[in-house]
């Protein structure tokens, strides 16, 4: 008879935290710690097609990133959105999805370690009961909670959370600390928290890689046209410049910056050329005006992306800070970043010893 997998369920307080980051980094430790483990994120959020079938993203991806075989992903029972809702609204959908839960996840072994990633945040879910102290409860889950640093407030919403959470949680990684931060973090917050009951099993620094976006997905957002370099779609853009200044100051501006996407009109032709010589990655041009040719041949020269975009300057710039603001982790640099992250700075062996699993666990 097979033993029975533990569960851990990595939720967050707010959307976009860094859930799936801390999957990837924490899944890669327990690899090497020669645990066998699983993943499954019961509530997905954003879906495409694959062939004839529908896939969750990032169960798609994660499962790739850890090697995982088919047996060790378990199933999504939801994909949340307006059309799920309108049905549950009206009672069209009565699906008793803890009693899914049960019959799917609990019924099938699946190694030592399931790690499940929770809803965007404490609440979502909550319709199907599938919000994350629900799956909690069902499967007897522990809860790891990832919380972005915004600052020493952050302490409220992370007590707020241990209330409702109770003693299920196990501990909380912060995340996206700037630099400067923190000593503040390490000597104030963190003992606080450990104080009031609540491991701290990591405190990660901000990475400016992490919060990047490549100019594909910037494409994408943007539904621009791509006029040079498509090949180079897989740069990552970690800033935004807006090029609306003089050229003079502009080149001060660039100067300043790394890896950025400069966003100006396409009439602005001096901007354009300050821009391709500092360090940009691509080239996001307004009002549909084409560049000159002898810009495309410079970025073409330096393998500069240039995207031409229907759109004002404003409404281009609140797309791509909104690109910016749900980030995600679906590029190989990134995911390498990731464990290097966890692997300095999360306490693998304080979880571990928490959830009651050793090394001597695993499989053979």
Do not use: W
């Amino acid at each position: 008879m097979p033993k029975s997998a533990k569960y851990l369920l990595i939720g967050s307080t707010e959307t976009y935290s860094g859930k799936s980051a801390t999957v990837l980094g924490l899944s890669h430790q327990l690899q090497q710690k020669g645990l066998d483990i699983a993943y499954g994120k019961p509530l997905g959020t954003c879906f495409s097609a694959s062939g004839k079938t529908v896939v969750e993203e990032d169960v798609q991806f994660i499962a790739q990133s850890l090697n995982l075989p088919t047996n060790r992903i378990a199933p999504t029972m939801l994909a949340l959105d307006e059309v799920s809702v309108q049905k549950r609204l009206r009672g069209e959908d009565k699906t008793d999805y803890q009693q899914s839960l049960v019959q799917q996840y609990l019924q099938i072994h699946r190694g030592d370690l399931v790690l499940l990633e929770g809803a965007g945040d404490l609440t979502q879910g909550y319709l199907f009961e599938l919000s994350l102290l629900q799956v909690a409860e069902v499967l007897d889950a522990a809860v790891l909670l990832v919380a972005r640093y915004n600052s020493l407030l952050s302490v409220e919403a992370l007590l707020s959370a241990k209330g409702r959470v109770g003693d299920r949680l196990v501990g909380v990684v912060i995340n996206d600390i700037p630099n400067d931060q923190l000593a503040a973090v390490n000597s104030l917050l963190c003992p606080f928290l450990e104080q009031q009951g609540i491991p701290v099993l990591a405190t990660l620094p901000k990475n400016d890689l992490l919060r990047s976006v490549s100019v594909g997905e910037l494409v994408n957002q943007l539904k621009a046209e791509v006029l040079c370099r498509r090949d180079r779609l897989d740069l990552m853009v970690e800033s935004l410049a807006i090029g609306a200044m003089n050229v003079n100051s502009a080149v001060k501006y660039f100067r300043k910056r790394r890896n950025m996407a400069v966003v100006t009109g396409g009439d602005r032709v001096e901007i354009q050329q300050a821009a391709l010589e500092t360090s940009t990655q691509c080239l996001i041009l307004t009002g549909q005006l084409p560049p000159p040719a002898f810009i495309l041949s410079r970025a073409e020269e330096l393998e500069i992306p240039i995207l031409s975009v229907d759109l004002d300057t404003l409404t281009t710039v609140e797309i791509v800070d909104r690109t910016f603001g749900q980030v995600r982790v679906h590029e190989p640099i990134k995911v390498q970043c990731i464990r290097q992250l966890m692997t300095e700075h999360f306490d693998i062996n304080r979880l571990l010893s928490k959830l009651g699993l050793t090394a001597a666990n695993a499989l053979p």
